[in-house]
């Protein structure tokens, strides 16, 4: 079973910076396109930033010059930089992936699935 672990969040004030990582493992084929999503409280999840498995990139408006996304194919790890957080940066961030889920392998034949898998999600407060 494939999963997705994050790691980073945490208390921040305003103007600073955290480090989001989130991490595939599993009977893994391909990690394919990886992504950030938050949800802030009362409001619905929302895509922060996207990136394919060349580095293509794809961010929201609100957070464009401010948080990077990138990753590290070798390890299945996608990364969000955020620098000069803000009060509505608030919100718990989850990590999405499209994966191609290895389900059986022999010698001759390789069968697998895909499919889009959540992490549990990462904490991020931004307060004075």
């Known amino acids: 079973q494939v999963q997705l672990v994050e790691s980073g969040g945490g208390l921040v004030q305003p103007g600073g910076s955290l480090r989001l990582s989130c991490t595939a493992s599993g009977s893994i084929l391909n990690v394919h396109a990886m992504g950030w999503y938050r949800q802030a409280p009362g409001k619905q999840r929302e895509l922060v930033a996207r990136?394919?498995?060349?580095?293509?990139?794809d961010y929201a408006d609100s957070v464009k010059g401010r948080l990077t996304i990138s990753r590290d194919n070798a390890k299945n790890t996608a990364y969000l930089q955020m620098n000069s957080l803000k009060f509505e940066d608030t919100a718990v961030y989850y990590c999405?992936?499209?994966?191609?889920?290895?389900?059986?392998?022999?010698?001759?034949?390789?069968?697998?699935?895909?499919?889009?898998?959540w992490g549990q999600g990462t904490l991020v407060t931004v307060s004075s």
């Open positions: 999405s992936a499209d994966v191609s889920e290895i389900i059986a392998s022999d010698s001759a034949s390789l069968e697998y699935r895909d499919l889009e898998v």
């Open positions: 990136i394919t498995i060349s580095g293509t990139t």
